[in-house]
């Protein structure tokens, strides 16, 4: 983006991340729970290298319409998808188990780890797409 840009959400929120990364692709509109962007940060930190966000902020109908669940924290502006280029995705996942995330889940298959803050979180799962849906998680 080039300077004196006025993009919308075009500034950067935490050390290493910009607004613009977690809008809703749909409408543009954005939610964002700052403690989700202190544990990104912290993070990008212990990883050392570029983390990408590839789905921050849902609004209710991109929810639906990308089959995401009702109580998804994606459209509360308290989760997101995150990978990097490094080949080990899975320590990813350990990491942000580590920095605190309260639900952490590994989806080898979409090369993605989804992370949220919710109270009374899951851990880390390290599970299969099949065992994270039948433990009705959302993604
Ligand atoms: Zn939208
Ligand atoms: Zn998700």
Redesign the pocket.
């Known amino acids: 983006m080039k300077e004196g840009s006025r993009a919308l959400n075009d500034f950067k929120v935490g050390e290493f991340f910009r607004l613009g990364e977690f809008e809703?692709?749909?409408?543009h509109?954005v939610k964002l729970v700052p403690y989700l962007v202190y544990l990104l940060d912290k993070l990008r930190k212990e990883v050392n290298a570029p983390v990408y966000i590839s789905s921050g902020y849902?609004?209710e109908?991109?929810n639906r319409k990308v089959g995401g669940k009702k109580h998804s924290y994606h459209p509360l502006g308290m989760a997101a998808h995150i990978f990097y280029r490094k080949a080990n995705l899975f320590e990813l996942a350990t990491l942000a188990n580590k920095v605190g995330f309260s639900t952490v889940i590994y989806y080898p298959e979409g090369g993605f780890v989804h992370v949220d803050i919710r109270e009374h979180g899951l851990g880390l799962i390290g599970a299969s797409k099949a065992e994270a849906l039948r433990r009705e998680l959302e993604v």
């Open positions: 809703c692709p749909c409408c509109q849902r609004c109908n991109y």
